[in-house]
């Protein structure tokens, strides 16, 4: 009997040392739209102090913390990027997200110009 008990709490205590993944189940997904940063803005510096780099994977967001890393999907062909928030915005009413043409590139055409989105927070 006191083996069972000593088997039992060693099992009891062992289990909560163990490092499975967490995921994070609170996460919002937001849809809307996303459209990326006009060239004339490469190389200014953005609302985080960083420099914004078209060929970076980068976005702008009015509510997330700089450096926060979410996951945009193309809704119309189901590609995803993972892109880090540096700046603020976008200002134009029914967008969510501006993501640097690279990042854009990687959904979409960047003739499409402005796609509709789901926005998920990673981290």
């Known amino acids: 009997m006191n083996k069972l008990i ?3 709490l060693l099992s009891l205590i062992l289990s909560g ?3 499975s993944p967490t995921i994070n189940s609170s ?3 937001h849809r809307g739209k996303a459209s990326f940063y006009a060239d004339k803005y490469h190389g200014r510096t953005t609302a985080s102090g960083t420099v914004f780099n078209q060929q970076a994977l980068s976005a702008a967001h009015l509510d997330l913390a700089f450096g926060t890393r979410v996951k945009v999907t193309n ?3 189901n590609k995803s990027v993972i892109v880090s928030i540096n700046d603020r ?3 134009v009413h029914g967008r969510i997200i501006d993501l640097s043409k690279k990042a854009f590139s990687q959904i ?3 003739q499409q110009g402005v796609i509709d989105v789901t926005v998920e927070q990673l981290d």
């Open 75 to 77: 809704i119309a062909n």
């Open 89 to 91: 915005g976008p200002f």
């Open 17 to 19: 040392c163990s490092s």
């Open 6 to 8: 000593v088997f039992a």
């Open 27 to 29: 996460a919002e997904v």
């Open 108 to 110: 979409a055409s960047l």
